[in-house]
């Protein structure tokens, strides 16, 4: 009785989560601000529905497949959000229009796509980021 | 009994209103990232899908079609945020 309930729960909340991940994802006015609102509960609800099979099975091989996914979850998630999200910078997607600061900004070389601080910046700024030949010109 | 059976109704009813509304982005764009996010947002829900289907029939084989379906999602994020960066065609312009 009391796998069962902890059983639906772990579903009901998983999916609750999902649910508001694809809210994020329709309601949210940018990019970034999208992939902000599903990578996270999306991996953390998807993880949790995993979880309540393991909780339901209550079996070694279960459970070591299903904490393999939750691992493996938690592991991707970030990576592929970090990859989408650099690649569709170097697009140039819009950002949304109350954004406060783009810190990369003119800071990416567009050929190389190798970071460095910009020619106008002040000395001790632009002396930070490695040899002054790695640096950007234009 | 009951308790676990009402959970699974109002875990799929949840997930089917959650792959509309994601559907919806999809289908809005309106760039090509954005398209690749909700993409990968439908891989997740489909292994939420794969989870309550499994606890619905007692299945316990369904979790390692969700391990491959993880597996797939995650490559083909790779491959798309790669096509991106090499420059490839973004359908907005």
């Known amino acids: ?138 | 009994m009951p308790i676990l059976d009402w959970a699974v109704t109002a875990s799929f009813v949840i997930l089917s209103l959650a792959l509309v509304l994601i559907f919806l982005r999809l289908l809005k764009g309106p760039t090509l990232p954005d398209r690749v996010v909700a993409l990968e947002l439908i891989a997740s829900l489909t292994v939420g899908f794969i989870a309550t289907h499994a606890v619905a029939t007692r299945t316990a084989s369904f979790l390692d079609v969700a391990v491959v379906l993880a597996l797939t999602a995650f490559l083909a994020a790779v491959g798309f945020a790669r096509y991106l960066e090499k420059g490839g065609h973004r359908d907005d312009d």
């Open chain 1, 1 to 138: 009785m009391m796998i069962e309930i902890l059983t639906g729960f772990l579903l009901v909340l998983g999916s609750l989560l999902m649910l508001l991940a694809a809210l994020g994802a329709l309601r949210m006015p940018d990019l970034l601000t999208r992939m902000h609102a599903t990578t996270k509960a999306g991996a953390l609800g998807g993880g949790m529905m995993v979880l309540a099979v393991a909780v339901f099975f209550d079996d070694g091989a279960v459970t070591a497949r299903a904490l393999a996914i939750v691992v493996f979850i938690i592991l991707t998630a970030p990576v592929a959000a970090h990859l989408i999200g650099r690649a569709a910078y170097f697009v140039g997607i819009p950002l949304w229009e109350g954004t406060l600061k783009d810190e990369l900004k003119n800071r990416y070389d567009p050929e190389t796509h190798t970071l460095a601080s910009p020619d106008d910046a002040t000395p001790e700024d632009g002396d930070k980021g490695g040899k002054p030949d790695e640096r950007r010109r234009d």
